[in-house]
C-alpha cells in the first residue's frame, strides 16, 4: 500500500553534506514510522535513523549522531534525511523504508516496506 522513491544521492567531498528525500505514495503517510538504513556491498543493511509518525521522536545510530537530521513533512508525504560532516565511510547505498505504527523501530525486520535506495558517495 505504500511505496517509497528515495533521491537526493550523489557525490560529495568529505566534510560536505547532502539532502536524502524520499517520496511516499498512499493515503496514510502519517500512520506510519520512517526510517533511514544503509547498506554496503557485502554488509548486512545497518539502522541510521528513524523519526515516529507525529515526527515528536526521533533515534540515531551513533555512527551518525551529530550529523544526520531526520526530519518528515506529512503534508508532502515525504521524509529527508540531511546528512553533514560527511565521512568516506558513508558511501554507501541508503535506504528509506516505513512502519506501520510502531515505535520504536531500529531493525529491518520491523519495517514493512522499503524503497529502492540511492547511492552516496564521499570522496576522501
Known amino acids: 500500500q505504500v511505496q517509497l522513491v528515495e533521491s537526493g544521492g550523489g557525490l560529495a567531498q568529505a566534510g560536505g553534506s547532502l539532502r536524502l528525500s524520499c517520496a511516499a505514495s498512499?493515503?496514510?503517510?502519517?500512520?506510519?514510522?520512517m526510517g533511514w538504513f544503509r547498506q554496503a556491498p557485502g554488509k548486512e543493511r545497518e539502522f541510521v535513523a528513524a523519526?515516529?509518525?507525529?515526527?515528536?521522536?526521533?533515534y540515531y545510530a551513533d555512527s551518525v549522531k551529530g550529523r544526520f537530521t531526520i526530519s518528515r513533512d506529512n503534508a508532502k508525504n515525504t521524509v529527508y534525511l540531511q546528512m553533514n560532516s560527511l565521512k568516506p565511510e558513508d558511501t554507501v547505498v541508503y535506504y528509506c523504508?516505513?512502519?506501520?505504527?510502531?515505535?520504536?523501530?531500529?531493525?529491518?525486520?520491523?519495517?514493512?516496506?522499503w524503497g529502492r535506495g540511492t547511492q552516496v558517495t564521499v570522496s576522501s
Open positions: 523504508a516505513a512502519a506501520f505504527a510502531r515505535w520504536p523501530a531500529r531493525t529491518v525486520g520491523q519495517y514493512d516496506y
Open positions: 498512499g493515503r496514510s503517510f502519517s500512520s506510519y514510522t
Open positions: 523519526i515516529t509518525w507525529s515526527g515528536d521522536s526521533t
